[in-house]
């Protein structure tokens, strides 16, 4: 009997869906290898001669040989968007990444990178479980393999805070939504006024949010600087106007507007006026 697979290939943005090959088989039905349709989509759609029908239930090899099926049809926008499979190494994991951590779906909150002589260097990461909001720490190794949820990143202006709740409204529908605070994890000491931030949503429902990776901050406080008071570039402590303390260079002075990686907590260069 002739049989028809339809390969669907991940494109860059998740909510397209299209057909890339189809491959034909004579006989009993049998799934090609799960090492060659790596991170693809498949479905049999029955006899070549039968008029091809819509995908309704995609599913994907993983790379490390394991099925997954996902809801929805190929019309759906969202079925890729949570498909899971995407494999990452341990070094590239960054805060506000959503990966899979023992069966559950985590919120990467905080990473440390460490090194233990012998031992290669490692990860020190802090997860945050988004069904139970139960905190937790691992160590990753940099080329372990880590297995990186596909989300659905949905844009919204920050409005304020309320005690532990953000109010957020949709640019476009002017709809409002309240989140935990616990969603932007440390990084919520950034928000501002206005601020453009990602709400992360998985299967229809808000899981996480981030703010913007690069944001400028006033210097409320700083040791003055006087030129010439050392040969060799130093740093200090500076106050920005959100409360936080970070390290900056010496000739820093208070009334600045720097330019701080959120992620990290780091100063990167003096904002241009």
């Keep these: 009997m002739n049989q028809e697979y339809r390969i669907i290939q991940p494109p860059l943005d998740p909510a397209d869906c299209f057909v890339s090959t189809c491959i034909r088989t004579t006989g009993a039905t049998s799934r090609p290898a799960p090492s060659f349709f790596s991170r693809m989509l498949w479905s049999w759609s029955g006899p070549v001669s039968a ?27 969202h079925s890729l968007q949570l498909a899971r499979g995407a494999k990452i190494n341990g070094s590239e994991v960054k805060p506000g990444f959503i990966i899979m951590r023992k069966g559950r779906i985590t919120q990467v909150l905080k990473t440390q990178h460490t090194q233990q002589g012998r031992g290669g260097a490692t990860i020190q990461v802090e997860l945050r ?25 949905r844009p919204y202006s920050f409005l304020y805070t309320e005690g ?45 949010a981030t703010v913007p990776d690069r944001v400028t901050c006033t210097v409320t406080e700083a040791e003055p600087y006087f030129k010439g008071q050392t040969a060799t570039p130093q740093y200090k402590k500076i106050v920005l106007d959100n409360g936080l303390q970070i390290m900056a260079p010496s000739f820093i002075v208070a009334g600045d507007h720097v330019v701080v990686d959120t992620a990290e907590n780091l100063y990167l260069t003096r904002a241009k006026d």
Aim: glycine share 10%; proline share 6%; hydrophobic share 30%.
């Design 51 to 77: 008029q091809p029908r819509s995908l309704s239930a995609p599913q994907a090899f993983l790379s490390d040989g394991s099925l997954e099926k996902f809801g929805g049809g190929c019309g759906s926008s």
């Design 129 to 153: 479980d988004v069904q139970s909001g139960l905190k937790s720490s691992e160590r990753l190794r940099t080329g372990e393999a880590i297995e990186k949820v596909f989300v659905d990143d």
């Design 164 to 208: 532990d709740t953000v109010y957020l409204m949709e640019p476009n529908t002017f709809e409002q939504l309240d989140i935990p605070k616990s969603f932007f994890g440390p990084t919520a000491a950034y928000l501002t006024d206005g601020m453009e931030v990602k709400v992360q949503y998985f299967d229809g429902k808000p899981l996480s």
